[in-house]
């Protein structure tokens, strides 16, 4: 085996098509034999280095992983963890993205070996939340309760999360896998929101923006990937009302506050604008977080799940400190809606969102617009 493994290491940089050492190591797995996966896999980033430059590298090692992840059986689940947590590969985005694949195509049960056998408190809290997502009761799954309750992990970023689905969750678009790829829905794009706007004759009370920086980084943190790691843009800003708005007035207020997201809106490029259940915007913030934009993949499951409530209860004008709980209660009692519109400011490709959130007071609108284009 190893004299195999030498080989494969060595010619590598010379292959024009992966195909055979892919069809190698699935032969091998066949068999039974998965510690030869990966044991390859450790011997590719031993040599190579686990910073992939040679794309022979990335694309061997990703079919590697996904062999392991996505194929039943302890066995596998245990190699694909001695693969990822070994010293060669090692990385918290790769924690992230493997807690993805092995959650979407295994039982919890074998799971439970991440949280007694070597893996990384990164790679276990991103197990838990992609278990949550996909409705497994961790706090009773054998071998996985005792970490997932422990107060020993409550300081991670993760640890504010509740452990169970509220029922703005359950509609969350989870990505599927297989050997050779992956797929996932798009709930937002050109589509989204185009029922005609509804523009009220009615006064529209004065508004002040009261952005902050720190507000506008909160409410965009679903989106921030597609400005950092793709070519998205974003604009996300607060305006206090003098007096009360009345929901009916969203549409026509989103037209006098300056947004450029709607600059040029006119007659032949009319606003669409509609009301939306928070759960709908959950859905949309989800996917944008967990899957990324034209050219990303996101930050799967579990911090996708954490961007999204960052930006529901920042647009909500939840306060700091809030809990998951207090944060959701405020996000219910908010008036949401969709909003898009024909601008050369939106790409009108496939990823478009437009969010309004009016606060329970009705005194404080919170906008969060995002396009990306490939």
Not at 121 to 134: G, N, T
Not at 319 to 327: C, D, I, K, L, M
Request: proline residues 5%; negative net charge; aromatic residues 6%.
């Amino acid at each position: 085996m190893a004299d195999q493994i030498q080989k494969i290491v060595t010619g590598l940089p010379d292959l024009k098509d992966v195909t055979g050492v892919c069809t190698v190591a699935e032969g091998r797995a066949a068999q039974g034999d998965a510690a030869f996966v990966a044991d390859l896999g450790i011997a590719l980033a031993r040599a190579h280095g686990a910073g992939g430059q040679m794309w022979q590298y990335r694309s061997v090692f990703d079919h590697l992983l996904r062999l392991l992840a996505t194929t039943t059986g302890p066995e596998n689940v245990a190699q694909a963890l001695r693969l990822v947590s070994s010293a060669e590969v090692a990385s918290t985005k790769l924690d992230r993205y493997t807690a993805s694949l092995l959650a979407s195509s295994h039982e919890a049960t074998d799971l439970a070996a991440a949280f007694t056998g070597r893996a990384s408190e990164e790679l276990r809290a991103c197990l838990v939340h992609e278990l949550v997502l996909r409705g497994v009761v961790v706090e009773e799954t054998p071998g996985i309760a005792g970490w997932a309750t422990s107060p020993h992990w409550s300081h991670h970023p993760l640890g504010w999360l509740p452990l169970t689905l509220s029922d703005m969750e359950r509609t969350a678009d989870l990505p599927s896998y297989s050997i050779r790829g992956s797929g996932h829905s798009m709930p937002y794009g050109p589509s989204e929101g185009r029922e005609p706007a509804v523009i009220s004759s009615a006064r529209v009370p004065s508004a002040e923006e009261t952005t902050t920086q720190a507000s506008a980084t909160a409410m965009a943190k679903a989106v921030a990937n597609w400005a950092e790691e793709s070519n998205g843009r974003i604009e996300a800003r607060v305006f206090d009302f003098a007096e009360p708005l009345d929901a009916r007035l969203v549409p026509g207020a989103l037209l006098t506050l300056g947004l450029e997201c709607l600059g040029g809106v006119g007659r032949k490029t009319a606003p669409s604008v509609a009301v939306r259940p928070p759960a709908q915007a959950w859905r949309v913030l989800f996917a944008a977080a967990s899957t990324g934009g034209a050219y990303n993949s996101g930050s799967y499951g579990a911090y996708g799940r954490l961007a999204a409530w960052q930006s529901l209860a920042a647009l909500a004008g939840s306060p700091e400190g809030a809990t998951a709980g207090e944060a959701e209660a405020r996000v219910r009692d908010c008036v949401w809606h969709g909003f898009g519109a024909d601008t050369k400011w939106f790409e009108q490709v496939a990823w478009d969102i437009g969010l309004a959130a009016l606060a329970p007071d009705r005194r404080r609108l919170a906008v969060l617009a995002a396009t990306d284009t490939d």
